[in-house]
């Protein structure tokens, strides 16, 4: 197919497509055309700021250079008349096709009125090299002009020249190529006064440069953003497509890179820009399918860019009088698939309304209007001005508002999230510190109410044992929790809704229904107002968390119920060998004191720490028969309270083999109970000493980190087996040592909560077991 041809076809569909209507005003000056080689504007107003396209027939002598000349005169030179601007391929010359490399010589007369002001050119690219004399004068070139391949070379370097004051122009450009697949004279030369074409060219390069600089930053910002957060791709694609943006403005239109990288041969900034023409086909899908998933795309979005690929393949290795071949083809591919596939997929999203939809299809269709309009500029089938410059940075000013507008809502979003798993945390304390059923239901309830914005009612239903019945509870305006049985059918709330047979979470006439199941029984249900609880997913994950919360509170309710009756009748035992196991070393003490008073003070000593210990025991089985451990908290210095517990241990592992290491590095405040806190680490300490035979030293480790103080207590025992890890903190320790209820440890963590801490069971590297106790400073 003849290249005109094909070209004048795209086009032709292109502006039915975009540019349907685009015709030029009736009222404004048409630019003449030249006629025979010659072109008559004696009746131009050129003042008027037109600029004047040098197009029509030119005078064309294929494989001569025809000598300059000031006048156009009669020659034994062939030619013929051929229009122009356009490629030279396939132009029939007497008798012989004209093919891609070669030489040529094209000839204009021009006539000026007499009148005319001071008038300058704007020569653009011709193709690959050229030399235009004007009068018979060398006014401009661009490469090296020759007859032959070896000494010729290929250049693209727009420029201005000015002309003299006359009013006849003879225009001889002498072209070669050897280095394109396409040569001639191609884009128009455009003709105007001097101040017209100066400020057209500085606004012209001015966009340019715009778009350079605006595409540079926009690279580096992505860049760097995507180095801090790899996880998210979209970063990445975008500047990667900035960058693509920059090389094309660089190689394209005023052809910056060219005139500042003059260095580079043609072939490598040639490959450039069509590289980064193809290759912001497959980026710009990648970057659109993050926005707009589809599921099409995602099954057959390789094989819509697989000519892409290729063509971008071909680019970087083969010449350009081969990757050039496919180059028509390809543009019907573009804009009969690609460019359509955009649309679709944005259209898409705008119907599913997606976020960011309707910027991506404003930046979409404005690139699209700007690269039709300044194709059909090129090939003079539309009077316009060129806008891809303004195209690519209203691209670019989409794009980053899009991205900008997903940071800022993931921003909010984790703003909000954050926010709500603060108050979860705080909910679910308040939830899990009930003591009773009635409390923990009136908490939740009182919790969702504060997210209430509907201000409807709030219910919470729990079965009884057989499933049948079940208790609503609801609190009124001034919080007050009511209690009522009900079936599990609720027809006029829920329309028929049965409890028992509730799986997932569903909507009803505007109200959520929420239920919790535990091994495929429902353990409660909440029934709230849907708008006020699913606006997104993280409200429905913190209600959800309060469900939860509150089951947890319910299960540890009811196994503390249990555990305590099943453990009253273990415990007392136990109790009673401890008990009498003090009880009995007393006694005996007190009789050798009796029988041998000089060993008085050792014995007396002895009894003494035996009554201490049966005290100790005592406050145990009192801190455990509580659920809740009331503290009196003072606000102390750690350096000053930690030196005492020192001296106590100390005392405690006297007369022992055990070696005592104790490191205090804090001197921060905190607000703990003395005695409770002492009996902490007495408990745990007394817990190595039961094992004397088996540990020869213990560490003990006061540091603050942040805002915690860690308390680490450490020995080189035998250590904890996995299955007692388990355990040991539990109500009821069934441990391996001689004597003792197993209690100690179990206060310990009781203690460590009503703090506000907790305590972490872990072996010691080294081996043994490490105690670490985490306090908040006050």
Request: aromatic letters at 12%; hydrophobic letters at 40%.
């Amino acid at each position: 197919m003849d290249i005109q041809l094909s070209r004048r076809i795209v086009l032709f569909f292109l502006s039915i497509f975009l540019c349907s209507g685009c015709t030029t005003n009736k009222d404004e000056q048409v630019a003449p055309t030249a006629k025979n080689g010659f072109l008559d504007l004696t009746s131009t107003n050129v003042n008027s700021g037109l600029t004047i396209p040098l197009s029509g027939e030119w005078k064309f002598y294929w494989n001569q250079f025809i000598l300059p000349r000031k006048n156009a005169k009669d020659s034994n030179d062939q030619f013929i008349f051929k229009k122009s601007p356009s490629v030279w391929n396939d132009t029939e010359y007497f008798g012989t096709t004209v093919g891609s490399f070669g030489y040529a010589s094209y000839e204009l007369d021009i006539k000026l009125s007499k009148d005319s002001p001071a008038m300058a050119m704007y020569i653009p690219d011709i193709g690959t090299a050229y030399e235009l004399y004007i009068n018979g004068e060398l006014l401009s070139q661009a490469g090296i002009v020759s007859k032959t391949a070896n000494n010729s070379k290929a250049q693209y370097r727009p420029q201005i020249i000015t002309l003299p004051n006359i009013d006849h122009l003879n225009i001889i450009i002498h072209v070669s190529n050897y280095q394109n697949l396409w040569g001639g004279y191609w884009y128009p030369i455009q003709l105007g006064k001097v101040e017209t074409i100066f400020r057209e060219r500085q606004i012209q390069s001015g966009l340019s440069i715009a778009v350079c600089i605006a595409a540079g930053m926009m690279a580096c910002y992505n860049l760097i953003f995507y180095i801090f957060r790899r996880k998210d791709m979209t970063p990445l694609l975008f500047a990667i497509h900035c960058i693509l943006i920059l090389l094309r403005a660089l190689t394209t239109g005023e052809r910056i890179g060219h005139l500042a990288f003059d260095f580079l041969s043609w072939e490598i900034l040639n490959r450039i820009e069509y590289f980064s023409t193809f290759c912001s086909g497959p980026v710009l899908y990648t970057f659109l399918y993050r926005f707009i998933p589809n599921e099409f795309w995602k099954k057959y979005g390789f094989y819509f860019n697989f000519p892409l690929y290729t063509m971008c393949v071909l680019i970087l290795t083969t010449p350009n009088t081969f990757y050039a071949i496919f180059l028509n083809p390809l543009l019907f591919y573009i804009f009969f698939t690609v460019i359509p596939g955009w649309m679709i997929m944005i259209l898409i999203g705008v119907f599913k309304k997606q976020k960011g939809a309707w910027v991506l299809l404003m930046g979409y269709f404005g690139l699209m209007v700007a690269n039709v309009n300044d194709s059909l500029v090129i090939f003079g089938l539309l009077n316009s001005f060129y806008m891809i410059p303004y195209g690519q940075i209203f691209l670019i000013i989409s794009h980053s508002i899009i991205i900008s507008k997903r940071y800022s809502n993931s921003l909010t979003e984790s703003e909000n999230i954050s926010h709500q798993m603060k108050t979860l945390v705080t909910s679910t304390q308040k939830i899990m510190s009930s003591p009773d059923y009635t409390s923990a239901a009136k908490s939740a309830l009182e919790i969702l109410s504060e997210n209430n914005k509907d201000n409807k009612e709030l219910y919470i239903f729990l079965p009884d044992t057989s499933g049948k019945t079940w208790k609503r509870y609801s609190i009124d305006t001034k919080f007050d929790l009511k209690v009522t049985e009900v079936s599990d059918l609720i027809e006029d709330r829920s329309s028929g809704l049965e409890f028992n047979r509730l799986k997932e979470p569903i909507i009803l006439n505007d109200r959520l229904f929420l239920p919790i199941t535990q091994k495929e029984h429902i353990f409660l249900i909440l029934d709230i107002p849907a708008k006020s609880f699913t606006r997104n997913e993280s409200d429905m994950d913190w209600v959800q968390g309060i469900a939860y919360a509150l089951t947890l509170s319910l299960q540890n309710l009811m196994r503390q119920d249990i555990n305590q009756l099943a453990i009253i009748g273990e415990l007392t035992s136990e109790i009673a060998h401890d008990i009498g196991h003090h009880v009995l070393l007393i006694q005996k003490s007190l009789q050798y004191i009796e029988l041998n008073p000089t060993l008085n003070f050792t014995l007396f000593k002895q009894a003494k720490k035996e009554i201490e210990a049966l005290s100790n025991l005592s406050v145990d089985i009192l801190e455990f028969s509580k659920k809740r451990i009331f503290l009196d908290l003072k606000l102390i210095n750690a350096k000053d309270f930690f030196s005492s517990v020192e001296e106590d241990l100390i005392l405690l592992f006297e007369n022992s083999d055990i070696k005592l290491n104790f490191q205090n590095l804090s001197s921060d405040w905190i607000k703990i109970d003395e005695l409770r806190m002492r009996r902490v680490c007495l408990n745990i300490a007394k817990n190595c000493l039961d094992l004397k035979e088996e540990v020869s030293e213990f560490s003990v480790l006061i540091q603050s980190e942040n805002s915690a103080l860690i308390i680490i207590m450490e020995d080189d025992g035998p250590g904890i087996n996995d299955n007692l890890k388990d355990i040991i903190f539990n109500t009821k320790l069934e441990s391996s040592k001689p004597q003792g209820t197993g209690l100690g440890l179990s206060i310990v963590r009781k203690i460590a909560n009503a703090h506000g801490g907790e305590i972490l069971l872990t072996s010691n590297p080294k081996g043994g077991t490490r105690f670490s106790i985490l306090l908040p400073l006050s």
